[in-house]
C-alpha cells in the first residue's frame, strides 16, 4: 500500500489557536491530537503540516519565530511517535496575494514535490473555511475538526 499525504493545518486543529502565536512556550497540544496523528501514521499517511502564518507578513514576528513554534511541536510529538514528517507555512499577509497562502494550493504542490508525493488518497484536516476550501481546489476530501462530528483529531478515525 502507498503512502498517502494528512495534510494538517496547526492553530486549532493540532494545537490551541493562540492568535499569532510566536512563542515556543505557548504551544499547547488539543485533546487528541496525539492520538490522532498515530491513527493517521498506522492508516499509512504522510504528516504534513501546511499553515497560514500571516503575523510574519504583517510584522508581528519573523520567520525565526515560526521555527521555534515548530520546534517545540516536535519535541512535544516525538515521545509519541507522533512527528509530523514535513511542517510548511506561509508567512505573507492576506494581501500578499501569494500562491502559497491557503486557501490556494502552493503548500499542497510544494509537499508534493518534496515528499515525491501526490494527492491520490490524500486528505486536508482543518478546523477552518479556507482548509475546507483548500480540500475543494485539491479535490481531496477535507475534514473539519471543533464540530460535533468530528471534535478532535482522535475522532478522525471513524471517519477515513
Partial sequence: MNSKLALLDRDGTLIENAHYLSEPEGVRLLPGTIEGLQAL???N???????NQSGVGRGYFDEASVHLVHERLQELLRPHGAELELMLF???????????????????????????????????VGD???????????????????TPELPDL?????QL
Fill in 90 to 124: 506561509c508567512p505573507h499577509a492576506p494581501q500578499d496575494d501569494c500562491r502559497c497562502r491557503k486557501p490556494k494550493t502552493g503548500m499542497a504542490e510544494q509537499a508534493c514535490q518534496l515528499l515525491s508525493a501526490t494527492l491520490e488518497g490524500a486528505v486536508v
Fill in 154 to 158: 482522535a475522532s478522525l478515525l471513524h
Fill in 41 to 43: 501514521k498506522r492508516l
Fill in 45 to 51: 499517511y504522510r504528516l504534513v503540516l501546511v499553515s
Fill in 128 to 146: 477552518s473555511d479556507c482548509d475546507m476550501q483548500l480540500a475543494e481546489a485539491l479535490g481531496i476530501p477535507g475534514y473539519r475538526v471543533g
